[in-house]
């Protein structure tokens, strides 16, 4: 099969390969996909450069995908043949990913994917829309409450404005840092954006909600904003983070203690089976609600994942990498 794969950390450009290698077969309770989308997420160039010490070998990347199962292992129910699906931690703890024309997986990780959702759209839900749905739903959901996005043109907080707006939140209002990304967040749902780089959040915050503060963060950014938490949550408040541009957190006790602020961490790997089917089982309510919207900043053949983790490196698309597996 055609793949892309790494045997050392390191640059794209100086440890990716597109190349051949054997097709996997599914072993006992998986399922063989042949891939038609893979999605490129920061998590996947993290691993790639060395947050995490390469663990085999050969490395396929990429944890989301999208395609079609074509053969099952022994105890997986045959009629599964043929059906689209979505995958979700297709390389968190296992080599081999979805940057590939095949992958197997456990059965639980191939997710059956609505004929009207698009493969590229379904490389988006392992990472982006599952994070977005467990921010917001865990620690009682955000219905009839005020939520700030933060980071709200982001492949998260896209998702996160929407997925607020279904779940009830009476306010939604993110921080974005240009006009164009206001435009799209705007048009995910958002009641309000606010510029975080040339404006005062915390002033603005509260001149929306009536001096009150938000009810819940979705936090792409705790390190750079813990700052503000003080001046945006309201009493009893809490930050879902599931993001920070740096590694240590200084958190300005006094203030956090007064105002009862709680922060939720949590990681989308690692969601408890209960957690995970909670937020399967609303995105597949939502999507057969439909409306939902995906931002595909940019489609690239496989062969070019290269380019495609540099532009997630970059930071500059404004929304999620997918790769094709024609
Ligand atoms: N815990 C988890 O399970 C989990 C899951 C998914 C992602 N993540 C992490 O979350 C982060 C975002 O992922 P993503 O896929 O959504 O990335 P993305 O598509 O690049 O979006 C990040 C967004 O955040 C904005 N941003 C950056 N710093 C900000 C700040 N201090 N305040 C407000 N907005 C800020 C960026 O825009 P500007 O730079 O223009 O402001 C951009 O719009 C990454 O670090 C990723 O590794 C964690």
New binding site residues.
């Given amino acids: 099969m055609k793949a892309i794969w790494y045997e050392r950390n390191g640059a794209a450009r100086d440890v990716l390969t597109y190349g051949e290698m054997p097709a996997p077969q599914a072993a006992a309770g998986e399922v063989l996909v042949r891939i038609h989308a893979s999605g490129v ?3 996947d160039w ?1 691993t790639r450069s060395g947050s995490r010490p390469i663990s085999a070998p050969r490395v396929i990347p990429h944890s989301d995908g999208a395609g079609v199962i074509v053969a099952v292992g022994a105890g997986v129910d045959a009629s599964r043949i043929g059906r689209r699906v979505w995958i979700w931690n297709g390389q968190w703890k296992r080599a081999f990913g979805t940057a590939a024309e095949f992958i197997a997986v456990p059965f639980a990780q191939a997710v059956p994917l609505p004929d009207s959702v698009s493969f590229e759209a379904g490389a988006c839900f392992g ?2 829309a599952l ?1 977005a749905l ?1 921010a917001l739903l865990t620690d009682g959901g955000v219905a009839g409450q005020s939520v700030l996005v ?9 998702y996160a404005i929407q997925f607020a707006k279904r779940l009830g939140a009476k306010q939604v209002i993110a ?4 006009q164009a ?1 206001a435009a799209h967040a705007s048009a995910a749902g958002a009641d309000a954006c606010i510029d ?2 040339r404006e005062d959040v915390g002033a603005r915050v509260k001149e929306l909600t009536g001096g009150r503060g938000v009810d819940r963060v979705v936090e ?2 705790l390190t ?2 813990i700052g503000l938490l003080r001046d945006v949550l309201a009493q009893d408040g809490l930050c879902a ?5 740096a590694q240590e957190v200084r958190i300005p006790f006094s203030p956090m203690l007064v105002s009862g602020a709680a922060i939720r ?5 690692e969601l408890s089976p209960a957690a995970r089917a909670e937020c399967e089982t609303t995105l597949a309510l939502f999507l057969a609600e439909g409306g939902v919207q995906h931002a595909i900043a940019k489609t690239m053949p496989l062969s070019e994942c290269v380019a495609a983790h540099e532009l ?1 490196e970059a ?1 500059t ?4 990498v997918v790769l094709t597996v024609p």
């Avoid at 961490?265 to 790997?269: A, C, E, G």
């Fill in positions: 997420n920061p998590s993290k990472i982006p994070t467990r933060a980071g709200g043109a982001g492949s998260v907080g896209h921080t974005v840092s240009s990304k975080y780089k792409v950014d750079g904003n983070a599931y993001g920070s541009n961490f949590f990681i989308v790997y997630v930071g698309a404004m929304g999620n």
